[in-house]
């Protein structure tokens, strides 16, 4: 039985089926409520001691996603809701399970993927403590596994042996989660959205997750395939990162600069800057996670990207929240929030955030070799709002003796507009295609939608004659035109993307290896 889904990291996996899902242990109720009180005070303990003891082993990335269960844990506007039907007379699990239930309900039916993907974390959360409650520890999968069910915690993920191989199939899942983020970034396969018909499944499997499909219970034909499959992608992946340590060039020689796309200053610890030209994009809005961060914490980040980049060019770009990337404090609810307040129209709407965020910047900039480009542009007005914004602060820090220094300020080209009519950009210093943007913009197709997902594609000619027209527009006008969508990454669509006239593209770090040498199988 094959079952398609949506590949959400990249690798094959053939190994046996263990079922996420299985039943959790059953807790015995105590005579009073009190009692019951301390037991759900003691398992919540107890769950937030073993995230401890796991964030003392864990890099940073999966630091981060502990830290932020260990937070939710203690916060009181988590638990009160338990706590207080213990207090009317529930069981400590019971208790704890509908509060939870009631949280976890809420950030499902958010209409935004990030929020639906946080959802995972609360169940994983639930799920500690109710088995810290019961002492049911789960039976750990055989070596190799491939880990099938709803779905998956990032905790179970962190927990799980991947050095024998295995994958995770996923009934339901976003390649937006938490988990989806850890298993590319570890190289775990996986494959989200299978639906329902796989429920019941068992034996032997086959995780395509190159092309996101599993095969269970396969003939002997199926697995030769497979087979050949894999060994071809794990050949591809050893060939590319022969193409790591070079320069990257075409068949015919030319030079393709590869930059890299990041999201936080720690991000670059795993990078080895040799193996890169700088980074193409650094994208801020998820420093703006919970709380705004203040200038000095900006400044730091910013600076420790430079300081690590050496003289190679780091293009920071101005918080983009909004759209799918809401930030609590900032953005605003709307109806259509892709078409709304996003980018730089909300960073223009509220200039007191937006201020602390140049400031920062312009005091970085000694430190390295920093561009500065805005998000979301769709008019010039736009743009020389926000640099008018840049030279004021720039020329209070200068009045006030600080050392800061003026980025080159460009422009993200990803509202159609921009594409159409570049002839009104022609002052700005650099341009940077955002295909995944522009896509969307253009064929009018959600990026988070999976319904429309096969509308979504930059390598339709409509998407593809936009680019082809602004990197002759920028060749034309001397002004540096980079791509930093996820299209700049995909071995499927650098060909059209060099051909569209290209010669600079900014990827995910885990991408670099296989985009250069994608590139050097073009023949132009
Ligand atoms: C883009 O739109 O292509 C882009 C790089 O920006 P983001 O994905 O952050 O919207
Ligand atoms: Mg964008």
């Known amino acids: 039985m094959r079952i398609e889904g949506v590949a959400a990291a990249a690798g094959y996996a053939e190994g046996p089926l263990f079922e996420l899902d299985r039943p959790q242990g059953t807790y015995t109720g105590k005579a009073t409520a009190a009692e019951e009180r301390t037991s759900l005070e003691t398992a919540i303990d107890k769950a937030v001691n073993r995230l401890v003891a796991m964030v003392g082993t864990a890099d940073s990335d999966a630091a981060g996603i502990l830290e932020f269960h260990i937070a939710m844990l203690e916060d009181d506007a988590l638990s009160g809701p338990a706590f207080a039907?213990?207090?009317?007379?529930?069981?400590?699990?019971?208790?704890?399970?509908?509060?939870?239930?009631?949280?976890?309900?809420?950030?499902?039916?958010?209409?935004?993927?990030?929020?639906?993907?946080?959802?995972?974390?609360?169940?994983?959360?639930?799920?500690?403590?109710?088995?810290?409650?019961?002492?049911?520890?789960?039976?750990?999968?055989?070596?190799?596994?491939?880990?099938?069910?709803?779905?998956?915690?990032?905790?179970?993920?962190?927990?799980?042996?991947?050095?024998?191989?295995?994958?995770?199939?996923?009934?339901?899942?976003?390649?937006?989660?938490?988990?989806?983020?850890?298993?590319?970034?570890?190289?775990?396969?996986?494959?989200?959205?299978?639906?329902?018909?796989?429920?019941?499944?068992?034996?032997?499997?086959?995780?395509?997750?190159?092309?996101?499909?599993?095969?269970?219970?396969?003939?002997?034909?199926?697995?030769?395939?497979?087979?050949?499959?894999?060994?071809?992608?794990?050949?591809?992946?050893?060939?590319?990162?022969?193409?790591?340590?070079?320069?990257?060039?075409?068949?015919?020689?030319?030079?393709?600069?590869?930059?890299?796309?990041?999201?936080?200053?720690?991000?670059?610890?795993?990078?080895?800057?040799?193996?890169?030209?700088?980074?193409?994009?650094?994208?801020?809005?998820?420093?703006?996670?919970?709380?705004?961060?203040?200038?000095?914490?900006?400044?730091?980040?910013?600076?420790?990207?430079?300081?690590?980049?050496?003289?190679?060019?780091?293009?920071?770009?101005?918080?983009?929240?909004?759209?799918?990337?809401?930030?609590?404090g900032f953005t605003v609810e709307e109806g259509n929030p892709f078409l709304g307040l996003r980018g730089v129209r909300l960073s223009l709407a509220r200039p007191d955030i937006f201020r602390v965020q140049i400031r920062a910047l312009l005091r970085a900039a000694p430190h390295g070799n920093l561009k500065v480009m805005f998000p979301m542009i769709a008019t010039s007005e736009e743009y020389e709002r926000a640099a008018a914004l840049f030279a004021e602060e720039q020329a209070a820090l200068a009045a006030r003796g600080i050392a800061q220094r003026m980025p080159p300020l460009g422009i993200m080209v990803e509202v159609p507009s921009v594409a159409i009519a570049p002839e009104a950009f022609a002052g700005v210093a650099f341009l940077s295609i955002g295909s995944n943007d522009l896509t969307q913009y253009v064929m009018a197709a959600a990026r988070d939608n999976a319904a429309v997902a096969h509308l979504n594609s930059v390598r339709h000619p409509a998407v593809l004659r936009l680019i082809g027209a602004v990197a002759a527009f920028g060749r034309e006008n001397a002004i540096p035109v980079s791509l930093c969508g996820d299209a700049g990454g995909d071995p499927a669509s650098i060909p059209s993307l060099l051909e569209a006239g290209l010669r600079d593209l900014s990827v995910a770090p885990a991408q670099l290896a296989m985009a250069k040498a994608a590139i050097s199988d073009v023949p132009v």
């Open 85 to 328: 039907s213990i207090a009317s007379g529930k069981a400590a699990d019971a208790a704890w399970r509908q509060a939870l239930g009631a949280e976890i309900a809420g950030y499902e039916a958010s209409d935004q993927d990030y929020f639906r993907a946080r959802a995972t974390d609360l169940r994983d959360i639930r799920d500690q403590v109710l088995r810290a409650l019961t002492e049911d520890d789960q039976r750990a999968a055989p070596a190799g596994a491939i880990l099938y069910g709803a779905d998956i915690a990032p905790t179970r993920f962190l927990q799980t042996d991947w050095s024998h191989g295995g994958g995770i199939a996923l009934k339901a899942g976003s390649t937006a989660s938490h988990v989806a983020m850890l298993a590319r970034s570890r190289g775990v396969p996986m494959v989200v959205g299978l639906g329902e018909p796989f429920t019941g499944a068992a034996g032997m499997a086959l995780l395509d997750a190159e092309h996101g499909n599993i095969v269970v219970a396969p003939s002997l034909p199926e697995i030769g395939a497979f087979r050949q499959a894999a060994s071809a992608f794990a050949a591809r992946q050893g060939k590319a990162r022969t193409f790591l340590a070079r320069p990257a060039a075409t068949r015919a020689g030319t030079a393709v600069r590869v930059q890299v796309n990041i999201a936080d200053p720690g991000d670059v610890d795993a990078i080895d800057i040799a193996t890169c030209d700088g980074v193409g994009l650094m994208r801020t809005e998820f420093l703006f996670g919970k709380t705004l961060p203040d200038e000095e914490t900006q400044y730091r980040g910013y600076r420790k990207v430079l300081e690590w980049a050496g003289g190679k060019p780091v293009t920071i770009r101005t918080v983009d929240a909004g759209g799918d990337k809401p930030v609590p």
